[in-house]
C-alpha cells in the first residue's frame, strides 16, 4: 500500500467505522469496560428473575470498594448510563418505567465472562477495564489480533489485513481508497490508541509497529475475547 502525505493531511480527520459484524461487540465491550457493569452483570446472571434497580445499587454499593460508589448515586448510574449500555450492547432487558432488569441469557457475556475473570483474578500488565476500552472497536481489535499472530508489521502491511479482515475480500478486490481509509485511521487513531496503553510500540519514521512485551503477555486473553461469536 502507498500514500502521500498531502493525502493523509487532507484526510487526517478521516473516521473509523465497524462491519456490521463487529459493531454489536464493540458496543458490548465498551459496555463491559465499566467494572460497575461487570459486577452488575454477575448478580443478574445469577438470578433466574427480573431484579429491581434500586436492590441492585444496594448490593453494588456493599460490594464495591469505592468511597463514590454510595447507594444514591448507584442508582443515579445505573437508571441514566450503565443500565441503558448495557441494554443496548443487548446484554440486559431494562425497563425503566418499572425499575427492573433482566439478564439476557444469549448475550456473549457468558462467553467473554471466563476470560474477564482470570484477568480480574491476576496480574495483567494493564487494567482490565483499559483492556476492553483498547477491544471496544473492530479495527483496534483487528490490529491487534493480527500484531498477535504477527508480532510485528509495518502500518501499510496492517492496514491491508485489517481492511482484508473488515470486508471479508481479498485484497486485489478491495478499492485503494478503502485501504488508504483504513490506514489514515489506524495512523490517526488506532495505533496511538494501542501505544498509549502499552500493547504495541509505534516508530511513526519508519511506519512500523511491533507488540510490546506487555502485548505478548495478553496474547491468550486477546485471542480469547476477540474470537467469541467470530468476533
Known amino acids: 500500500m502507498t500514500t502521500t502525505d498531502s493525502y493523509r493531511d487532507a484526510t487526517a480527520d478521516a473516521g473509523p467505522h465497524s462491519s456490521e459484524s463487529g459493531a ?3 458496543a458490548t465491550f465498551d459496555a463491559l469496560a465499566n467494572r460497575r457493569c461487570r459486577v452488575l452483570l454477575r448478580h443478574l446472571a445469577e438470578s ?16 464495591l470498594d469505592d468511597e463514590a460508589a454510595t447507594e444514591r448515586r448507584l442508582r443515579t448510574s445505573l437508571h441514566h448510563t450503565h443500565l441503558p449500555k448495557l441494554a443496548d450492547a443487548g446484554l440486559v432487558e431494562y425497563d425503566l418505567d418499572r425499575g427492573l432488569v433482566r439478564f439476557c441469557d444469549e448475550s456473549r457475556f457468558e462467553e467473554l465472562a471466563p476470560t474477564i475473570d482470570s484477568l480480574e ?11 476492553l476500552e483498547l477491544l471496544s472497536e473492530f479495527r483496534r481489535r483487528e490490529a491487534l489480533r493480527t500484531l498477535v499472530r504477527h508480532d510485528d508489521l509495518s502500518l501499510p502491511d496492517l ?15 478491495i478499492d485503494p481508497d478503502d485501504v488508504l481509509e483504513v490506514y489514515l485511521s489506524l495512523y490517526h487513531t488506532h495505533v496511538p490508541k494501542l501505544a498509549a496503553g502499552g500493547l504495541v510500540d509505534y516508530d511513526q519514521d519508519d511506519d512500523y509497529v511491533a507488540l510490546t512485551p506487555a502485548g505478548r503477555a495478553l496474547e491468550s486473553p486477546v485471542r480469547s475475547l476477540c474470537e467469541v461469536a467470530g468476533r
Open 48 to 63: 433466574d428473575d427480573a431484579l429491581v434497580v434500586n436492590d441492585l445499587a444496594g448490593r453494588l454499593a456493599d460490594e
Open 24 to 26: 454489536p461487540l464493540d
Open 121 to 131: 483474578s491476576g496480574d495483567p500488565p494493564v487494567s482490565t477495564d483499559a483492556l
Open 159 to 173: 492496514a491491508d489485513e485489517v481492511a482484508i479482515e473488515e470486508r471479508d475480500e481479498l485484497l486485489p478486490n
